[in-house]
């Protein structure tokens, strides 16, 4: 699945899976994220209810480039469990997700081929539970302008899909909005030419 510079595919829903091979079993779940911190919530909230399990295996990507990305056998044989579970990930083409496979173990040893294949098709398993959806990269700028504008911004800002994260209203408001990157450019023109209204594209 290919994406252009402007959109990304994800899932928005969670979704779980399960895979048995020898007694073992493998519980995935498929899950949508937006930071580390909330992956983390996620994996302590599932080693609450899964107290007995012996492994908590996973994977997960970050962010439109894929630059942040992490995966972890936790005990597992080096690259059986981790790694397997992020191929899949890899190979939808999908970012902002998380998979974590939880295992029960069944009493019979599967081996490092038997493991890959186990963590494999229940993260692909857990992928195949919920559709894919396509999703704008938004890019944070602010608004700086006169509270007389605040009218024509609104206007504007709806017209260009953009979404208010923050918003101060004064004599001079400021506002901190998401902008569809496919719509960036010429927003920024059009805002610039406002007058008095201050913008500014925030972050890289």
Known sequence: MTTDQTSF???DQEATAEYKDRGSKFLAYAFPINSPEAFKARQTTLKKEHGKAVHF???YKLGPDNLIFRSSDDGE???SAGKPILG???SKGLTDVAIIVVRYFGGTLLGVPG???AY???AALALQMVPTVKKQIMIDCQLDFDYTRLGEVMRWIKTFNALVKHQES???CKMIISIPKAALEEAATVFSSLQAVDFKKLGK
């Open 170 to 172: 004064q004599l001079f």
């Open 120 to 122: 494999k098709t229940a």
């Open 115 to 117: 493991l890959i294949n």
């Open 9 to 11: 595919y994800t899932i």
């Open 57 to 59: 295996c996973f994977a």
């Open 77 to 79: 044989p080096s690259g």
């Open 88 to 90: 899949q990930i890899t």
